[in-house]
């Protein structure tokens, strides 16, 4: 049986995007949508037989139609072609208030074998595809609100609130790994009894975070160290054939030397230049029951748009128009997002030529900033940082107030930079 497992596509996510002019859309949309329609394609040319989505389709909870439908676009050449679409909603997906509908949800009422969990299901899953059946254990992100509705958990604090959870969802695993075990009678979704067996392949989706995952560059660690957490161990629970996860933004296998394969797909694009190092794309997945391993996994890219981030000390050279030219000319700039960052002394400023550096950069899909650092002439040197806009510099000044911050500085920069393109790119589609 052959899958493509996939996740993390947050359609909506505008940092460094600009409007396109030929459609109106922001460019990191159409970005994720060409990454999103080349996976799909490779599904189609691998001729899966189940199409393994593990959550967080959007940025927001509140998508807007044009998301929706650029989502909904994507996805219909596999429906067209009768592959079963099994969507796991994430904590993107999911709106805070309780009550409220997921943004996948409405994916339930469109034309096409979709099966979409926004909690997890009373008994193993079982999904008719062409090669035959597969049992599907679904594990989408836990809601907090829907939990302390209840009238016994209001009390408990964050903590308590986090080990329930990770009590819950373990126990919960085990109970349908039993179920496969004990070859128990379960109803399809077409009410057709089907009974359990080790002999089908069983793969557990989910939208949760494993302790010692790889961070992508983007995602922050303060975030993920207040959710649930779970171990290898407590997911990758025979005889489970393929754990396919979705949150966590760098691809990586966590159980590399054992089986079942305890995958996250990662996303399909880079979000920030942090990420700029890191492939992006999805895994393709074969499960046979009777070879040894009984799962393989092959890592593909997408075609995701590359970020370049150029670091440039200028302060000894005697043009350093020509130095910084010389560092882009050896770089690979052409359609990608680039940031180039130089080192001055204050008598070398009138001698760099901006114009002829964003001519050097015309090839670039989009020039996201061009920033100088400045060595004031004297003997003793002090740093002072200048840009177009003067955010970079606060930041660093608030930081050099505050010594507990020191170690973090490059990142909290960064984070304050990222956040100012994407509502600039908000600000020009308004």
């Given at each position: 049986?052959?899958?493509?497992?996939?996740?993390?596509?947050?359609l909506?996510?505008?940092t460094?995007?600009?409007?396109d002019?030929?459609?109106?859309?922001n460019?990191?949309?159409l970005?994720?949508?060409?990454s999103f329609e080349a996976?799909v394609?490779r599904?189609?040319?691998?001729?899966?037989?189940?199409?393994?989505?593990?959550?967080?389709?959007?940025?927001?909870?509140?998508?807007?139609?044009?998301?929706?439908k650029?989502?909904?676009?994507?996805?219909?050449?596999?429906?067209?072609?009768?592959?079963?679409?099994?969507?796991?909603?994430?904590?993107?997906?999911?709106?805070?208030?309780?009550?409220?509908?997921?943004?996948?949800?409405?994916?339930?009422?469109?034309?096409?074998?979709?099966?979409?969990y926004?909690k997890?299901a009373?008994?193993?899953?079982?999904?008719?595809?062409?090669?035959?059946?597969?049992?599907?254990?679904?594990?989408?992100?836990?809601?907090?609100?829907?939990?302390?509705?209840?009238?016994?958990?209001r009390?408990?604090?964050?903590?308590?609130?986090?080990?329930?959870?990770?009590?819950?969802?373990?126990?919960?695993?085990?109970?349908?790994?039993?179920?496969?075990?004990?070859?128990?009678?379960?109803?399809?979704?077409?009410?057709?009894e089907?009974?359990l067996?080790?002999?089908?392949?069983?793969?557990?989706?989910g939208?949760?975070?494993?302790?010692?995952?790889?961070?992508a560059?983007?995602e922050?660690t303060?975030?993920?160290?207040?959710?649930?957490?779970?171990?290898?161990?407590?997911?990758?629970?025979?005889?489970?054939?393929?754990?396919?996860?979705?949150?966590?933004?760098?691809?990586?296998?966590?159980?590399?030397d054992?089986?079942?394969?305890?995958?996250?797909?990662g996303?399909?694009?880079?979000?920030?230049?942090?990420?700029?190092?890191?492939?992006?794309?999805?895994?393709l997945?074969?499960?046979?029951?009777?070879?040894d391993?009984r799962?393989?996994?092959?890592?593909?890219?997408?075609?995701a748009?590359?970020?370049v981030?150029l670091?440039?000390?200028?302060?000894?050279?005697?043009?350093?128009?020509?130095?910084?030219?010389?560092?882009?000319?050896?770089?690979t700039?052409?359609?990608?997002?680039?940031r180039v960052?130089?080192?001055?002394?204050?008598?070398?400023i009138p001698?760099?030529?901006?114009?002829r550096?964003?001519?050097?950069?015309?090839?670039a899909d989009?020039?996201?900033?061009?920033e100088?650092?400045?060595?004031?002439?004297?003997?003793?040197?002090r740093?002072?940082?200048?840009?177009?806009?003067?955010?970079e510099?606060a930041?660093?000044?608030y930081?050099?107030?505050h010594?507990e911050?020191?170690?973090?500085?490059d990142?909290?920069?960064?984070?304050?930079?990222?956040?100012?393109?994407?509502?600039e790119?908000?600000?020009?589609?308004?």
């Open positions: 049986m052959k899958l493509l497992h996939t996740a993390d596509i947050h909506g996510a505008k460094y995007g600009r409007r002019p030929d459609t109106g859309l460019t990191r949309l970005d994720v949508r060409q996976l394609q599904a189609l040319e691998a001729e899966i037989d189940a199409f393994v989505f593990s959550g967080d389709a959007y940025h927001t909870a509140d998508p807007t139609p044009t998301q929706q650029i989502f909904a676009e994507c996805l219909q050449p596999l429906a067209d072609a009768d592959i079963p679409l099994i969507l796991i909603v994430g904590n993107h997906d999911h709106p805070v208030t309780y009550g409220r509908a997921s943004s996948l949800d409405i994916f339930e009422y469109v034309d096409g074998d979709v099966y979409c926004r997890p009373s008994s193993v899953q079982v999904i008719d595809t062409k090669s035959g059946p597969l049992q599907l254990i679904p594990l989408p992100w836990p809601i907090r609100s829907q939990i302390v509705t209840k009238e016994e958990y009390s408990m604090t964050p903590e308590e609130l986090r080990q329930f959870i990770e009590e819950k969802y373990v126990n919960y695993v085990q109970r349908r790994v039993d179920d496969v075990k004990n070859e128990v009678v379960v109803e399809r979704a077409n009410g057709v089907h009974q067996s080790t002999d089908v392949p069983t793969v557990l989706a939208h949760v975070t494993l302790q010692g995952a790889e961070l560059g983007s922050r303060t975030l993920i160290a207040s959710e649930p957490k779970f171990t290898v161990g407590q997911l990758a629970v025979p005889p489970i054939d393929y754990v396919a996860l979705g949150h966590v933004h760098h691809a990586q296998d966590r159980n590399p054992g089986h079942p394969p305890v995958v996250y797909s996303s399909i694009e880079r979000v920030t230049f942090n990420e700029r190092d890191e492939k992006k794309g999805f895994y997945v074969d499960i046979e029951p009777d070879a391993p799962t393989t996994i092959t890592f593909e890219e997408t075609p748009r590359p970020f981030a670091q440039v000390d200028a302060r000894d050279a005697e043009e350093p128009t020509g130095h910084i030219l010389q560092a882009i000319e050896s770089a700039v052409a359609d990608a997002i680039v960052r130089y080192h001055v002394e204050e008598e070398q001698l760099v030529e901006q114009g550096i964003r001519e050097a950069l015309s090839d989009t020039i996201a900033a061009i100088r650092t400045v060595d004031p002439t004297g003997r003793k040197r740093t002072v940082v200048t840009r177009e806009s003067d955010l510099d930041v660093r000044q930081v050099r107030q010594e911050l020191e170690g973090i500085e990142d909290l920069v960064e984070a304050a930079l990222e956040l100012e393109a994407e509502r790119a908000e600000r020009r589609e308004t």
